[in-house]
C-alpha cells in the first residue's frame, strides 16, 4: 500500500472518531499523522523493512501508529479501521468535506433529520428543514446550499483547457511578486492528461513568508486550505484547487520531476535507481548521504543513462523500458499537421462562413482543410440534405478558384469536400453512395442511440466501416468529459478493423472530447492503425483545438507517420484512394 492510500485511511479514521465526539487528542493524532504521511517523500513500505520499530522515528509516529502502518503496508488493510466503518455511515464523511461542516454539525443532520448523504443534505436544506434546528438558521442554511454548489463543481475533474487557462492567469499572477526567482507548473497538467484533478504550482524564493502571503491573496482565492512553509494550498472561486511549494534552488529539478509525476512514473524511476544503488525523492538524487544530482530533471534521467522522457509520456506505460533501450518514440509535433479534416461551417452547426474560415487556416499556415459538415441526424442542427452538400461543393469550387488567384503570393490551399455523416443504429450511413462516393473525406460519427449493447454498437460502427467511402471514424469513445460517458464498444475490434479497411481513427481535439482515448491510441499504433488529428471547429477560433488534439496523440505515443494529416495533400488523398478501388 502506498503512502497516498495510508494517508486516506489515517485520515478517515480521525474524521470518523471526530464525528463520534472521540477525545480530541486521539482525532489529532490521526490527522496529523495523515498529513505527514502524505507530504513525505519516500514510501513507508520501503522504509518499513520488516520493522514497526522504525517507523517510530517518523514525527508523530508512536507504537500504535507504527503497529498500524505495518498492518497496512503488510496487508493493505487496518483492523481498526475496518471495525469502525462497520457501524460507520460512509455518507458521512462525504458531508464532512463540504465546506462550513464540521463533524458537530455532520452528527447534528444526521441524528435529528436522517441525513447521510450529499444527495439527502440537499434536499433538506433546500426544504427549509435544516435552519429549524439548534444553532442554525436561515443565513447558514443558505450558506451551506452555496457550499454545496461548490463541492459539486470540486469533485469533477478540470477539463485540460479550462486548467491551461486558469494556469496562466495564476502564473501571471505570482509573477507579479518580486520574491519569486523561479516559477513553473508540474502535476497531471504538465502531462496534458486530459483531465485535471488540481494545480501544482512551484517556486523558489529565499522569502518563502511573502510568497505564501501573496499568493493567498490572489483575487480569484476563495477558501485558503492551508498556508505553510513549504507548501500552501487554495480554493479559487470557481471550485479548483491550487496547490504551491517552495523548493530549494539546487532541488528544482527534482522537484519539477516528483511533482510531475504521474506518481506511478515516480515509482518506476525511484526502483530503477534503487537497481542501480541510488535513491531519488523530491529533494534529489542521492548515493548514500551524499546529494549527486537535483538541480534539473535532464541531468536526473542523465544519471542513470537514460534520455529525458517528455512528462506527456511519464504514466508508466512502458516508458522506463522504451527509454533504456534508446527507443523513445519522436513524438508528433503541432507544427507537423498541414491539415485539418473535421471542420464545420455555417451550413451546418458552425458559425462561420466558408471562404473566412478557409483563409484563417491558410494565414495560419496550414494546407488543407475538410469542411465536414453534418448529415442530417438526430440531435444536430441544420444537417446537409444531399442537394444541400451539392450545393456546398459549387461554393467550395467557388471559393477555391478565388484561393487559387490568391496564391502564390499566400502559398497554395485547397478546401476538401467532406462530410461528418451519421452512422445510422443499424449502421448504415444517413447518406447515400452516390453523394458518399463524390467526397474527398468522409468522416463517420455516431451521435445518437449511445445505449446500445456493446455487441450492437461493435456491429453498428463495423458495419459502417464496411461503407468503401468512409475515411476515418469521428471521436470514437463518443464520450464528453463531464457529461456523458462512453458509449459500450469492444474498441480492439474496432481498431482492428480499422487497420485492416485503412480507415483512420480521429483524435477529436474538442476539448469535452478529447476522443480517442490516449491509451486506445497507444495500442491502436502498436497495431498498425492511422490517425487523423482534427479540432472539430465549429467556429475559426476553435482551430486552436488542434494543440489539444496533439496532446493526445503525444500521450498516446503517435509520430509523424502516424498521423494521416501531416501528409502533404497528394499523399492523403492517395492512402485512401487504394481504399476505394477495392
Ligand atoms: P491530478 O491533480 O489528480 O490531476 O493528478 P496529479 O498527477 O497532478 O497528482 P497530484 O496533484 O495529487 O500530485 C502531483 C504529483 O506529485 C503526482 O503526479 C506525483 C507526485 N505525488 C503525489 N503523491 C505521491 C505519492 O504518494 N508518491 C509518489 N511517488 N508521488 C506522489
Ligand atoms: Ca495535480
Ligand atoms: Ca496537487
Ligand atoms: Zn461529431
Known amino acids: 500500500m502506498d503512502n497516498q ?75 481498526y479501521h475496518q471495525e469502525l466503518l462497520k457501524k460507520f455511515d ?41 435552519r429549524e434546528l439548534p444553532k442554525m438558521g436561515e443565513k447558514s442554511e443558505a450558506e451551506i446550499l452555496v457550499a454545496l ?41 504538465r502531462r496534458m492528461k486530459e483531465t485535471i484533478g488540481d494545480l501544482d504550482i512551484l517556486c523558489v524564493s529565499d522569502k518563502v513568508e511573502k510568497v505564501m502571503d501573496y499568493f493567498v491573496k490572489y483575487e480569484h482565492v476563495a477558501n485558503v486550505i492551508a498556508q505553510g512553509a513549504t507548501k500552501s494550498s487554495v480554493i479559487l472561486d470557481i471550485g479548483v484547487q491550487v496547490d504551491l511549494r517552495v523548493v530549494p534552488a539546487e532541488s528544482f529539478g527534482a522537484a519539477m520531476h516528483y511533482f ?10 525511484r526502483d530503477y535507481a534503487k537497481k542501480h544503488g541510488m535513491k531519488v525523492n523530491e529533494y534529489g538524487v542521492f548515493k548514500g548521504e551524499k546529494m549527486i544530482a537535483g538541480k534539473t530533471e535532464k541531468e536526473i534521467y542523465k544519471l542513470f543513462g537514460l534520455p529525458y522522457i517528455p512528462p506527456v509520456l511519464r504514466e508508466n506505460r512502458g516508458e522506463m523500458e522504451a527509454a533504456r533501450k534508446k527507443k523513445l518514440p519522436k513524438l508528433v509535433e503541432f507544427e507537423d499537421l498541414k491539415g485539418d479534416l473535421h471542420v464545420h461551417s455555417e451550413w451546418s452547426d458552425g458559425v462561420d462562413e466558408i471562404g473566412d474560415i478557409a483563409r484563417a487556416y491558410r494565414d495560419a499556415g496550414f494546407e488543407y482543410i475538410a469542411l465536414t459538415d453534418h448529415s442530417p441526424a438526430v440531435g444536430v442542427a441544420n444537417g446537409l440534405t444531399p442537394d444541400r452538400y451539392k450545393k456546398q461543393w459549387k461554393e467550395i469550387d467557388k471559393v477555391n478558384k478565388e484561393l487559387e488567384k490568391e496564391s502564390p503570393k499566400k502559398g497554395e490551399f485547397v478546401i476538401l469536400k467532406g462530410t461528418e455523416c451519421d452512422i445510422m443504429p ?22 445518437s442511440r449511445f445505449k446500445m449493447s456493446e455487441k450492437e454498437m461493435t456491429e453498428r460502427v463495423l458495419k459502417a466501416f464496411k461503407n468503401p467511402y468512409v475515411t476515418q471514424f469521428g471521436h470514437p469513445s463518443g464520450r464528453l468529459i463531464n457529461q456523458r460517458e462512453p458509449y459500450a464498444i469492444d474498441m480492439n475490434k474496432v481498431i482492428e478493423a480499422a ?6 481513427l480521429e483524435i477529436d481535439g ?37 494543440h489539444y488534439g496533439i496532446s493526445v496523440a503525444q500521450r498516446g505515443w503517435l509520430e509523424k507517420e502516424d498521423v494521416l494529416n501531416t501528409l502533404s495533400l497528394k499523399k492523403l488523398l492517395k492512402f485512401w484512394e487504394k481504399r476505394r478501388r477495392t
Open 5 to 79: 492510500r495510508i494517508a486516506q485511511v489515517f485520515q478517515e479514521i480521525g474524521d470518523i472518531l471526530e464525528i463520534q465526539g472521540a477525545n480530541r487528542f486521539r482525532v489529532l493524532a490521526y490527522q496529523k499523522a495523515a498529513l505527514t504521511i502524505s507530504e513525505m517523500g519516500e514510501e513507508l513500505k520501503d522504509l518499513y523493512k520488516g520493522e514497526a520499530k522504525e517507523l517510530e522515528k517518523l514525527p508523530g509516529i508512536g507504537k500504535d501508529l507504527a503497529l498500524k502502518i505495518e498492518e497496512l503496508v503488510t496487508g493493505g488493510k487496518c483492523t
Open 90 to 130: 460512509k455518507g458521512l464523511l462525504d458531508i464532512l468535506r463540504v465546506r462550513g461542516i464540521g463533524p458537530k454539525k455532520v452528527k447534528l443532520f444526521f441524528e435529528e433529520l436522517g441525513v447521510n448523504s450529499i444527495e439527502k443534505l440537499r434536499k433538506a436544506a433546500k426544504d427549509g428543514k435544516l
Open 149 to 189: 454548489d461548490e463541492f459539486e463543481k470540486h469533485s469533477e475533474r478540470m477539463m485540460l483547457s479550462e486548467a491551461i487557462h486558469q494556469k496562466d492567469l495564476i502564473l501571471e499572477y505570482m509573477k507579479g511578486c518580486k520574491d519569486v526567482k523561479k516559477l513553473e507548473y508540474a502535476g497531471s497538467l
Open 260 to 269: 510531475t509525476g504521474s506518481k506511478e512514473h515516480n515509482v518506476a524511476l
Open 426 to 447: 443499424d449502421g448504415s450511413l444517413n447518406l447515400p453512395d452516390s453523394i458518399l462516393k463524390k467526397m474527398d473525406i468522409v468522416v463517420a460519427s455516431v451521435h
Open 499 to 504: 487497420v485492416d479497411l485503412g480507415i483512420a
Open 510 to 546: 474538442q476539448p469535452s472530447r478529447l476522443d480517442i482515448f490516449d491509451y486506445h491510441a497507444k495500442i491502436a499504433k502498436e497495431k498498425g492503425a492511422k490517425f487523423t488529428v482534427d479540432s472539430d471547429a465549429h467556429a475559426i477560433g476553435q482551430m486552436q483545438f488542434l
